[in-house]
């Protein structure tokens, strides 16, 4: 009886959970070779409540993550990773702001808008690397079902 439950459960898991496909930015580059598509880069931080109810609600949405996966590269990038990033031919770095604090140079690229950073971003990228949608707000899974229709070709 034990084994029929536990046989039940790992289905119900299997089929009702679609999985998020993320890739870094270093996989892009080889990616578009392959196919190209845009690339939608979710910058956010561990202390940004709205970025972890995105993180928990919207990228955990079937729909969403079926067309991230079927449409789009998509990248999940914590604003303050302190790791050397090589993207586009160019070197990232953390940058320390305080004693325990700091921003990844590239959040900065490609989140800064007016001048000022505010988490969460939603950032794409077409395959040539250029900034075409940035997006500062939470964005639930209705919300981003209307960035897919304005991001398509």
């Known amino acids: 009886m034990k084994k029929l439950i536990l046989i039940i459960f790992f289905l119900i ?13 270093e996989q ?11 690339v939608i880069v979710f910058i956010h931080t561990d202390w940004c409540k709205y970025c972890q109810a995105m993180k928990n609600s919207t990228f955990k949405n079937k729909t969403i993550i079926t067309q991230l996966n079927a449409e789009f590269y998509f ?12 993207f586009n031919n160019q070197t990232f770095n953390y940058k320390p702001t305080g004693n325990t604090n700091g921003v990844n140079e590239l ?6 808008i007016n001048n000022q950073i505010t988490y969460p971003i939603v950032c794409v990228i077409n395959p040539e690397n250029e900034i075409i949608f ?20």
Do not use: C, P, W
Request: hydrophobic share 35%; charged share 30%.
């Open 107 to 112: 959040a900065i690229a490609l989140g800064t």
């Open 28 to 38: 892009i580059d080889s990616l578009q070779q392959i196919q190209k598509r845009k």
């Open 134 to 153: 940035q997006d500062t707000s939470y964005r639930n899974a209705k919300d981003f079902e209307v960035i897919f229709a304005k991001l398509k070709d």
């Open 13 to 25: 898991i299997s089929n009702g959970f679609a999985q998020l496909h993320s890739y870094s930015f």
């Open 75 to 86: 990248i999940d990038f914590n604003a303050e990773e302190k790791r050397t990033i090589r």
